[in-house]
């Protein structure tokens, strides 16, 4: 695994006439692990629906689109060039566009007049040749682990799909397959383990294979210090001791340097909201692949894994966004150095989020001496504050989603009198937010009174 730079041209073009004067942001994925997307062009559409565009890749990747409730995916081989079909255009409502509960809906795109041989149709018609026979034959692989079905069903998808001159066609169904196996003993099987990762570098680029290693690796760290000497490994996690854990990979399970240093990533991620490990100890070990000699992408991978964990939690500095009140003026939180700002993520057409606002009216009266309240809102020309709710309300054109990830309303964040995030999410108004209050104004008085020498004549 090597650093990515981006060298080799694809070109990319068609038409969508609903797709009309939009555009569409493209992506791939720097590692499996961290997930960090990557942007590598976006699709302008003309008046007519038209587009053409060219991206630079260095290897086949999956390139991605979230757009209208879908996910589009397309394979994309460095050099190539593709005439690519979009699905029909809809609308989703605002409401649909922040249930998190609304998956997108994964399709490929289209190819138009695709040879028969390109990668992307060998690897959909593979897809539903083994989505067949795994339906049909789920019970007895996945739950009576039938070795014979096992076998009959990948001998039938080569029966099916004969070898090709593709090496990455190739390790598409030879990771594919790997499911299959896996059904049968959890990838606990040494001759599993040897067949498929132990011998092999990581193949990063290859969704297929990221599926199958994120089943086998799941919160390896608890798998492992759950086993009858796992307190060896446990004791190196609780130490942060990464060059020991490292050795341990390699010269005990028998894995191969990149596929060590990958799994050691992978179990950092997932240790991390496991609370058999301190939080502290897991952000040392990634912190500590900065200073190894890993490779600059591997410790890039670390880096990003890191900068996700730790993103809107307390004690960082909550992130910026450009805030406008509804009167024009500009506000930011260094307008109120040493004061509790009570950053308040809502909608006042929502009837919940008029429930909490009259809430905060009761709160904000009790502690106006000691709180600020910003109340962010969707762009509305005509809001009034006509019901007299507290603070100043405030329009963004910041992407909050992607800044404080507030997909519904209301969403809210306690910044603390050093300008750091101090709750992280904050309770909202009618859910706990005055008992929290109380309770670290309550703290703040004791701690003045400490200060000061002076007794507590309550």
């Given at each position: 695994?090597?650093?990515?730079?981006?060298?080799?041209?694809?070109?990319?073009?068609?038409?969508?006439?609903?797709?009309?004067?939009?555009?569409?942001?493209?992506?791939?994925?720097?590692?499996?692990?961290?997930?960090?997307?990557?942007?590598?062009?976006?699709?302008?559409?003309?008046?007519?629906?038209?587009?053409?565009?060219?991206?630079?890749?260095?290897?086949?990747?999956?390139?991605?689109?979230?757009?209208?409730?879908?996910?589009?995916?397309?394979?994309?081989?460095?050099?190539?060039?593709?005439?690519?079909?979009?699905?029909?255009?809809?609308?989703?409502?605002?409401?649909?566009?922040?249930?998190?509960?609304?998956?997108?809906?994964?399709?490929?795109?289209?190819?138009?007049?695709?040879?028969?041989?390109?990668?992307?149709?060998?690897?959909?018609?593979?897809?539903?040749?083994?989505?067949?026979?795994?339906?049909?034959?789920?019970?007895?692989?996945?739950?009576?682990?039938?070795?014979?079905?096992?076998?009959?069903?990948?001998?039938?998808?080569?029966?099916?799909?004969?070898?090709?001159?593709?090496?990455?066609?190739?390790?598409?169904?030879?990771?594919?397959?790997?499911?299959?196996?896996?059904?049968?003993?959890?990838?606990k099987s040494a001759e599993f383990?040897?067949?498929?990762?132990?011998?092999?570098?990581?193949?990063?680029?290859?969704?297929?294979?990221?599926?199958?290693?994120?089943?086998?690796?799941?919160?390896?760290?608890?798998?492992?210090?759950?086993?009858?000497?796992?307190?060896?490994?446990?004791?190196?996690?609780?130490?942060?001791?990464?060059?020991?854990?490292?050795?341990?990979?390699?010269?005990?399970?028998?894995f191969n340097k990149e596929l060590?240093?990958?799994?050691?990533?992978?179990?950092?991620?997932?240790?991390?909201?496991?609370?058999?490990?301190?939080?502290?100890?897991?952000?040392?070990?990634?912190?500590?692949?900065?200073?190894?000699?890993?490779?600059?992408?591997?410790?890039?991978?670390?880096?990003?894994?890191?900068?996700?964990?730790?993103?809107?939690?307390?004690?960082?500095?909550?992130?910026?966004?450009?805030?406008?009140?509804?009167?024009?003026?500009?506000?930011?939180?260094?307008?109120?150095?040493?004061?509790?700002?009570?950053?308040?993520?809502?909608?006042?057409?929502?009837?919940?989020?008029?429930?909490?606002?009259?809430?905060?009216?009761?709160?904000?009266?009790?502690?106006?001496?000691?709180?600020?309240?910003?109340?962010?809102?969707?762009?509305?020309?005509?809001?009034?504050?006509?019901?007299?709710?507290?603070?100043?309300?405030?329009?963004?054109?910041?992407?909050?989603?992607?800044?404080?990830?507030?997909?519904?309303?209301?969403?809210?964040?306690?910044?603390?009198?050093?300008?750091?995030?101090?709750?992280?999410?904050?309770?909202?108004?009618?859910?706990?937010?005055?008992?929290?209050?109380?309770?670290?104004?309550?703290?703040?008085?004791?701690?003045?009174?400490?200060?000061?020498?002076?007794?507590?004549?309550?």
């Amino acid at each position: 695994m090597t650093e990515k730079s981006w060298s080799a041209q694809v070109k990319i073009s068609g038409k969508a006439s609903g797709y009309a004067l939009s555009s569409i942001e493209l992506y791939v994925l720097h590692d499996f692990i961290s997930e960090e997307k990557v942007k590598i062009g976006t699709i302008k559409f003309n008046t007519e629906g038209s587009f053409n565009l060219d991206v630079e890749i260095t290897e086949t990747n999956l390139c991605t689109a979230d757009f209208d409730g879908y996910h589009g995916m397309i394979y994309l081989e460095p050099g190539k060039s593709y005439n690519i079909v979009f699905p029909p255009k809809r609308s989703l409502t605002e409401s649909q566009k922040r249930n998190p509960f609304i998956k997108p809906e994964p399709i490929w795109f289209g190819i138009s007049t695709p040879d028969k041989n390109e990668l992307n149709v060998r690897i959909q018609q593979f897809e539903q040749e083994y989505a067949k026979l795994e339906n049909k034959y789920f019970t007895q692989i996945f739950t009576n682990q039938s070795k014979s079905l096992v076998d009959t069903v990948k001998l039938r998808l080569d029966q099916e799909f004969p070898k090709t001159n593709s090496v990455f066609f190739e390790s598409h169904k030879f990771f594919r397959k790997a499911n299959l196996d896996f059904a049968l003993n959890q990838g606990k099987s040494a001759e599993f383990m040897n067949t498929y990762f132990s011998s092999s570098k990581p193949m990063n680029n290859l969704a297929a294979y990221s599926v199958i290693f994120n089943q086998v690796f799941m919160n390896y760290f608890s798998m492992l210090t759950n086993a009858s000497n796992g307190t060896e490994i446990e004791n190196l996690i609780t130490s942060a001791n990464l060059q020991k854990l490292d050795d341990y990979f390699q010269k005990q399970l028998h894995f191969n340097k990149e596929l060590s240093h990958l799994v050691l990533l992978k179990s950092m991620n997932d240790a991390y909201y496991s609370k058999q490990f301190s939080k502290a100890s897991i952000l040392k070990l990634l912190n500590l692949v900065k200073s190894s000699d890993w490779s600059v992408y591997e410790q890039k991978i670390a880096q990003l894994i890191s900068s996700k964990l730790t993103y809107l939690a307390s004690g960082t500095n909550p992130p910026a966004i450009v805030l406008k009140s509804v009167n024009g003026q500009k506000i930011n939180f260094s307008d109120f150095p040493n004061t509790y700002i009570y950053l308040h993520f809502t909608d006042p057409k929502n009837s919940i989020c008029r429930q909490h606002l009259d809430a905060l009216k009761v709160i904000s009266a009790r502690y106006k001496e000691k709180l600020v309240i910003i109340n962010v809102i969707p762009e509305n020309k005509s809001f009034k504050n006509d019901s007299g709710w507290a603070g100043i309300f405030t329009t963004t054109e910041s992407n909050v989603e992607a800044s404080y990830k507030v997909k519904t309303y209301p969403n809210s964040f306690l910044i603390g009198k050093d300008g750091k995030l101090l709750l992280s999410p904050a309770p909202n108004p009618i859910d706990g937010l005055d008992r929290q209050l109380g309770q670290l104004f309550k703290s703040d008085y004791f701690k003045e009174l400490q200060k000061s020498n002076k007794p507590d004549v309550k």
